[in-house]
């Protein structure tokens, strides 16, 4: 079986420059994820967040997740369950406008950590940006300006917590989908597993490693790679034991970015066509709300029959 891929962000400027970029292109273009080492974030933070997110779920969350189970009867279910995930979550937004200050329960040094975590994450994200366009081949810059829209990109976080389950074969901690965004940043518990891919029709383990970051590419970046990167079908198997923690931070175009191929890419194309739709984001965002858990191709051809319906012109971009 093929290893997962790693990528040491650290030798992104040596010696080992050319065969770390290698490495990550294989990976967007043949996994759609990758586990990322030395980027960066300084493990004393991480592991406050760790420390502090996990204290919020058994202080402020635990009790309530018992109370639904409860209420759903779902200890006692006997048939697989297709609408419902077996995850206790919340969302923080930081950009365009942060909402940290208004989320309830959160004690005053775990906003101060998150807000801290989140700014060394847009950083992480933006510079993954510009790495994606050297190998691409696109000019510095060229995503991040992609994804920017009038206001800036949309930037947030899912906090969530999956207990244990007492029936993980009928019930998915998180069904399988594709990250509707761009590009996900995944700090998730070293302990506890449960996150898979879709790999050549086989589900495949991503692996719990501590202090890294698993990063995923989303449907915006397939469209705007033309398909040479590709979103991958991932989900969250229920465990038996332990609750497993997963801190997931979205690097997203601005509701109103407009997303198509790259026209640099399309005029590699022999054929000069491009396969993928042109829309403005927000669009997206309203029809993949629910369809997030079926396949992204019937998506991509929605958004192309409502191209040919409207006249769609690009947003200015700064």
Not at 9 to 25: C, V
Request: contains cysteine.
């Amino acid at each position: 079986m093929e290893t997962f891929p790693v990528v040491d962000l650290s030798q992104i400027n040596g010696e080992k420059r050319e065969a770390t970029m290698e490495k990550m292109n294989d990976a967007c273009e043949n996994w759609g994820f990758f586990e990322l080492v030395n980027h960066g974030i300084s493990h004393e933070l991480m592991d406050t967040v760790e420390k502090l997110t996990k204290e919020h779920y058994k202080k402020c969350m635990e009790q309530r997740f018992k109370e639904m189970v409860a209420s759903k009867g779902l200890e006692a279910v006997q048939s697989e369950i297709h609408d419902l995930d077996w995850e206790s979550t919340f969302f923080l937004r930081h950009l365009p406008v942060s909402n940290i200050s208004q989320i309830p329960d959160l004690d005053e040094d775990y906003r101060k950590v998150m807000k801290e975590f989140a700014v060394e994450l847009e950083k992480l994200a933006e510079q993954l940006l510009d790495l994606l366009c050297e190998n691409l081949g696109l000019e510095k810059g060229y995503l991040k300006k992609a994804f920017y829209g009038s206001k800036g990109p949309n930037f947030g976080t899912k906090v969530s917590n999956y207990p244990p389950c007492p029936k993980p074969d009928l019930i998915k901690g998180l069904r399988a989908h594709t990250d509707a965004g761009g590009i996900i940043l995944l700090f998730q518990d070293d302990k506890v597993s449960g996150l898979q891919l879709l790999k050549d029709g086989q589900w495949i383990d991503v692996p719990p490693m501590h202090h890294s970051i698993v990063i995923n590419l989303g449907d915006q970046l397939e469209v705007i790679t033309n398909g040479k990167y590709k979103s991958v079908m991932h989900r969250v198997i229920a465990q038996p034991d332990g609750t497993r923690m997963s801190i997931a931070s979205f690097y997203n175009p601005g509701d109103d970015a407009f997303i198509c191929p790259a026209p640099a890419l399309l005029e590699k194309e022999t054929e000069n066509i491009s396969a993928y739709p042109k829309f403005v984001f927000d669009d997206y965002m309203k029809l993949y709300s629910g369809l997030k858990f079926h396949a992204k191709e019937p998506r991509f051809e929605a958004m192309k029959a409502m191209e040919s319906t409207v006249n769609l012109d690009p947003v200015a971009t700064v």
